[in-house]
Antibody, heavy 127, light 112 residues
Framework: QVQLQESGPGLVKPSQTLSLTCTVS??????????WSWIRQPAGKGLEWIGR???????NYNPSLKSRVTISVDTSKNQFSLKLSSVTAADTAVYYC???????????????????WGQGTLVTVSS | QSVLTQPPSASGTPGQRVTISCSGS????????VYWYQQLPGTAPKLLIY???QRPSGVPDRFSGSKSGTSASLAISGLRSEDEADYYC?????????????FGGGTQLTVL
C-alpha cells in the first residue's frame, strides 16, 4: 500500500520561501507510470493544483504560480519536494502531496487521476 | 475563482438521488476526461470517479458520473448520511497558458 507523507515547517514568514517534502513509502517513486503532484487547499476553500513532476525531472506548473514554484525529485530518497518563493498570507493553506496514475489509451496519454494522497500539512504564512 | 464551476451546495434526504454539476470549457472538460473526488471533513480527498464515469474498486455503484460537451455531472443515488462531504470535479486543461490540472470550487453536500 503506497503512502505519502508531507513534512516541513508549519510557519513561514512573508516574502520567504515555503519548502515541503513528500516521502513516498510502500513503493518506489520511480516505478510505474506515475506523476507526483502538489495540491493545496486554503481553509474553507477549494483545491488548487500547484504542479507535478515525473521521475525524469519533467515538470508542469499551475500558470498562476509558475513564476514562484519549483518541484524537484530525489529518487534515492523516494521523495519529491516543493519550493514556493515570495510567499504571502494568501499562500496559507493545507498542502497535499499526491500520486497521479497515468491513464493511457493505447500508448497515448489520456489523463491522470490522483489515487493516493498524503494527509496534508498546514502551512501558515505570518510574521 | 475556480476554472471549473460547481454549485457551492447541494442537499437531499436519505434514499434520494442528488446530482452535482460541473461546467468547464473546450480546453478542459471539452477535450479531456473528468474526475470526481470526495472529501470528508478533516481528511484528504479521495478518488470517486475517473474517465468521466468509471469507479475505482471499493466505490459503491450508487455513485455515477457522466459528461456531455463541456459539462459533467456526479449523481449519488440512495443517499446515505455518510455521503455528507465536499465533492470536487477535476480535469486537465491544455490551453495557451500551459498544461495543468484544474478543479471545481467544490460542492458541499448535506444529507438532511
Amino acid at each position: 500500500q503506497v503512502q505519502l507523507q508531507e513534512s516541513g515547517p508549519g510557519l513561514v514568514k512573508p516574502s520567504q520561501t515555503l519548502s515541503l517534502t513528500c516521502t513516498v513509502s510502500g513503493g518506489s517513486i520511480s516505478s510505474g507510470s506515475y506523476y507526483w503532484s502538489w495540491i493545496r487547499q486554503p481553509a474553507g476553500k477549494g483545491l488548487e493544483w500547484i504542479g507535478r513532476i515525473y521521475t525524469s525531472g519533467s515538470t508542469n506548473y499551475n500558470p498562476s504560480l509558475k513564476s514562484r514554484v519549483t518541484i524537484s525529485v530525489d529518487t534515492s530518497k523516494n521523495q519529491f519536494s516543493l519550493k514556493l518563493s515570495s510567499v504571502t498570507a494568501a499562500d496559507t493553506a493545507v498542502y497535499y502531496c499526491a500520486r497521479a496514475e497515468v491513464d493511457y489509451y493505447g500508448s497515448i496519454w489520456s489523463g491522470e487521476y490522483f489515487d493516493y494522497w498524503g494527509q496534508g500539512t498546514l502551512v501558515t504564512v505570518s510574521s | 475563482q475556480s476554472v471549473l464551476t460547481q454549485p457551492p451546495s447541494a442537499s437531499g434526504t436519505p434514499g434520494q438521488r442528488v446530482t452535482i454539476s460541473c461546467s468547464g470549457s473546450s480546453s478542459n472538460i471539452g477535450s479531456n476526461y473528468v474526475y470526481w473526488y470526495q472529501q470528508l471533513p478533516g481528511t484528504a480527498p479521495k478518488l470517486l470517479i475517473y474517465r468521466n464515469n468509471q469507479r475505482p474498486s471499493g466505490v459503491p455503484d450508487r455513485f455515477s458520473g457522466s459528461k456531455s460537451g463541456t459539462s459533467a455531472s456526479l449523481a449519488i443515488s440512495g443517499l446515505r448520511s455518510e455521503d455528507e462531504a465536499d465533492y470536487y470535479c477535476a480535469a486537465w486543461d491544455d490551453s495557451l497558458s500551459g498544461f495543468h490540472a484544474v478543479f471545481g470550487g467544490g460542492t458541499q453536500l448535506t444529507v438532511l
